[in-house]
């Protein structure tokens, strides 16, 4: 499928937002280093619920955040569930990940 068969909302979300979240998941990456599926799925599913919540507070409840605002914990969020999908395909034995070593050498050539 070519970008200009998307409606307008699909070619933002793959001109736009795809990329914004990309640099800012390997941003945020760094700081996490390998960590981030060590609890395995359900630890993963932790994070998911605790950002659903703050998530819900502001835009339901319409309660002011002082922190992170309603798009970033969206832009958190897709990578939790990356995150607990790959937690998912590791406990299923369908993948193995990286060392600490191999991640930090990874980011090193990206950035």
Known sequence: ?????????GQHIMGVLLPEWEAMFL???????NDANRLGVKGAFVDIHRKEGKLKRAIWDGQKLEGEQPREILMDLIGHCFLTICAIDQEDGQVSFL???ELAAALDMEG
Do not use: A, F, N, V
């Open 1 to 9: 499928m070519r970008s200009e068969d998307l409606s307008p909302d």
């Open 27 to 33: 941003r945020k990456q760094k700081d996490y280093g």
């Open 99 to 101: 060392t600490d070593q």
